[in-house]
């Protein structure tokens, strides 16, 4: 860290210029109480002057008044000069003094709405008007000379400020106004990158020159992936169900691999929508099971035979009201999470019993088909695409082999193609009454990843007391193209009926000529579902 040195600096003078004035009115009586000058605009100045305050308007110092709906009035040199001068600096006192340029030694701004301005979905024009450029431009003149001002942006920095100035005799510490500069700048960028994806998003550019993505802190974790490693938890503002705008009802606090696989849960629950009961059982950000049914209870019953193994210790995502029912046969085995956009009276109870399961409600489902973009990290760089936002329809596929699927066979291919969008690649998924009974992901070569699959089948009639495989008479579902004809045989001979795959390899036709040999239905969706 780098050292430098700088004296406790006095306030004397406080510009407050807020949007959100939680803690506004108490701030400002505590800065009056230790005789700082208070200068303010607009709607701030007239909640300050309602307390019983005595306010400066900016247009005291500027000389000019508010103009243009206030579009105009902090971007002077009255204002900036005052923020930005070096305090010792004789030449720029005298500059200073020349033009009638007052000291600001501590600036309180926080920005207009725009995030939540577009959150709520504003039109354009709405949206534009609630762009701050004065408020962003006082903040970096007053970060940039933190060496002198005191920057705050944040309403709950308002008592680590005042505690500072009652330890320092009504002065503020360089350590203080380091940090808050630091958080100025962050929390000026972050808004600059709403704005930027919004109008990325308004005039469809899909690669931006510049790629800006930024968050908030929702919570600091005990620790990332591994122990050894630190973490913190950054929501993006984006109004979409799930981890980031849920709420908890009980249990410990989320861990980093708790918050990855809820997500990954509950992302892949929405894809079946709200129409019929389903259940996702997930597991190191994979599904071990997942499973429709004519109730939570059935279809959660459904996805737990699929692999119970490894759904101890899982997270468990649902499409619907958690009912009591569900809750006490969930409550049955070690669960990390629930998550399910409610959960009834009497579900509560029944969690409550169970104090370290966590309980998130949401509210509503994502919309799988929503527009959005994924974001991750490299050595030196970032790679962002828009979000898999990707569905097949029974009139997307095309049936290649002489036998086409039943009808029943449809309906699990579509199912387990949904299911596989959410598996880690290479994907297989072997699915009978629209429930998996077999998943392989993440394998080196599909081959290994069908094979896994089938003994997971194998594994699971077992342990439901079964002396036939579950994936017998099931539909397998690929999530990019069989390279060759051994992974669909091998699928073929664990016992899948039909098949379902993008296609689109050049041994297309060796790979059909091998499915009509062995009397499958094969359909292509012509859309590939990897997922890294």
């Not at 980031?244 to 009980?250: C, G, V």
């Not at 579900?347 to 799988?368: H, S």
């Not at 017998?472 to 004809?485: E, I, L, N």
Request: hydrophobic fraction near 45%.
């Amino acid at each position: 860290m780098t050292e430098h040195q700088s004296p406790i600096r006095p306030v004397r003078r406080a510009l407050l210029s807020v949007s959100d004035k939680t803690g506004l009115i108490d701030f400002g009586k505590a800065l009056a109480e230790r005789g700082v000058q208070l200068v303010s605009t607009g709607g701030t100045a007239k909640a300050l002057r309602d307390a019983g305050l005595d306010v400066a308007d900016v247009s005291d110092i500027t000389q000019f008044p508010e103009m243009m709906d206030g579009r105009v009035k902090t971007l002077h040199p009255g204002v900036h000069g005052g923020l930005l001068y070096v305090r010792g600096n004789a030449t720029h006192e005298d500059a200073a003094n020349k033009h009638n340029i007052v000291p600001i030694d501590l600036l309180a701004v926080n920005l207009y709405p725009f995030e939540e301005t577009i959150a709520k979905g504003a039109d354009y024009d709405t949206s534009i008007e609630n762009i701050d450029i004065g408020g962003p431009a006082m903040i970096r003149a007053a970060a940039k000379n933190h060496d002198g001002v005191a920057v705050v942006v944040d309403a709950s920095d308002y008592d680590a400020v005042l505690a500072d100035m009652d330890a320092n005799d009504n002065k503020t510490s360089f350590k203080l106004r380091q940090r808050l500069a630091a958080k100025a700048y962050a929390r000026t960028a972050a808004y600059d990158a709403a704005i930027s994806n919004w109008f990325a998003n308004e005039i469809e550019d899909d690669a931006p020159t510049y790629r800006a993505v930024a968050g908030t802190l929702a919570q600091t974790l005990r620790y990332g992936e591994n122990p050894h490693q630190n973490a913190a938890f950054y929501t993006t503002g984006e109004n979409r169900p799930g981890v980031a705008t849920a709420t908890q009802l009980q249990g410990k606090e989320l861990s980093y691999n708790n918050l990855n696989d809820t997500d990954a849960a509950f992302e892949c629950v929405a894809e079946f929508g709200a129409d019929q009961p389903a259940v996702a059982i997930i597991k190191h950000a994979n599904p071990c099971g997942v499973a429709l049914g004519g109730s939570l209870l059935e279809a959660y019953e459904k996805a737990l035979r699929c692999d119970p193994v490894s759904a101890f210790g899982g997270i468990i995502a649902l499409n619907g009201t958690l009912d009591a029912a569900t809750a006490e046969k969930i409550s049955g085995i070690f669960t990390e999470v629930i998550i399910a956009p409610n959960a009834d009276d009497a579900a509560r109870e029944i969690i409550a019993k169970k104090k370290n399961l966590r309980l998130l409600i949401t509210g509503g489902l994502p919309d799988p088909e929503a527009k959005g973009f994924t974001a991750k990290t490299v050595a030196g760089g970032m790679l962002v695409q828009s979000r898999d936002a990707g569905r097949i329809m029974p009139t997307d596929l095309k049936v290649v082999t002489k036998r086409a699927p039943s009808e029943q066979e449809l309906s699990d291919l579509l199912f387990a193609f949904r299911v596989a969008k959410h598996v880690k690649s290479n994907a297989i998924i072997y699915a009978k009454d629209n429930a998996t009974v077999g998943i392989g992901a993440g394998q080196m070569s599909r081959i290994d990843s069908s094979r896994i699959a089938a003994r997971k089948s194998e594994d699971a009639a077992r342990e439901a007391g079964l002396t036939e495989a579950l994936a017998k008479g099931s539909v397998v579902a690929s999530d990019a193209f069989f390279p060759f004809a051994d992974g669909l045989l091998s699928a073929a001979e664990a016992g899948a009926t039909a098949v379902i795959q993008p296609g689109g390899s050049i041994r297309d036709d060796e790979v059909i000529a091998a499915a009509d040999d062995a009397g499958l239905a094969m359909v292509l969706t012509g859309m590939r579902h990897f997922r890294h």
